[in-house]
């Protein structure tokens, strides 16, 4: 099963940009869909985005369409999630996920933490 760690998390400004990667080990990656998900305090994780096994289809949530942007690499076992002009409800622990069944994802990293000042 693959292992999920995630980094780029931090502090910013609204309007700022930061970039998260997930690095995966432990599996055959291109097998796996690839989501990002966040949990903001006291409130249920929410999907962020989505990447097909090639990477060929990429969804988003609404609150991020526009200004994320999610993308892999297969070569290096990592996924990304480039995040721009960031808002304060943005603010949320952010969790890489995998699945080999789109939509069930069963595999979580650890978390990173990303808070955005007003």
């Known amino acids: 099963q693959v292992h999920l760690v995630e980094s780029g998390g931090g502090l910013v400004q609204a309007g700022d940009s930061l970039r998260l990667s997930c690095a995966a080990s432990?599996?055959?990656?291109?097998?796996?869909?690839m989501g990002w998900f966040r949990q903001a305090p006291g409130k249920e994780r929410q999907f962020v985005a989505a990447?097909?096994?090639?990477?060929?289809?990429?969804y988003y949530a609404d609150s991020v369409k526009g200004r994320f942007t999610i993308s892999r690499d297969n070569g290096k076992n990592t996924v990304s999630l480039q995040m721009n002009s960031l808002k304060p409800d943005d603010t949320a622990v952010y969790y890489c996920?995998?699945?080999?069944?789109?939509?069930?994802?069963?595999?979580w990293g650890q978390g990173t933490q990303v808070t955005v000042s007003s």
């Open positions: 996920a995998a699945t080999v069944v789109p939509g069930k994802y069963d595999t």
């Open positions: 432990g599996g055959t990656f291109s097998r796996y869909y």
């Open positions: 990447i097909s096994w090639s990477g060929g289809s990429t």
